[in-house]
C-alpha cells in the first residue's frame, strides 16, 4: 500500500477538526505511514499535527504513540526524522 492509501484506509477523506489541511503524506518503513497536517491553535497560532499508521495483512491501525501536535513544522520533520533512524 502506498502512504495515502494507508493514511486514507484508517481515517478516510474527513480532515482533521484541530488541523485540517493535508501537508504530506510518507512512509516512515514500508508498513509505517505518516500524514503531517496544519491548522491553527486556540489563539489562532499556526500548529502542526503528525498522524502515523501502521499496516498489517491490509488492515491499519493508529500509532497514537507516535503521533502528535508540534508548533513548527521543523518539529514534526525532527520527529519523523528521529523516527526513521530508530527504526520503530
Known sequence: MTALEIIEQEYGNAPNIM??????VGLIRADLAYEISSGEGFDHEPIWGLSIVEEKDGKTARKFDLSGCFRSLNAVERRITALKARKV
Do not use: A, D, L
Open 19 to 24: 488541523t485540517p489541511r493535508r501537508v504530506r
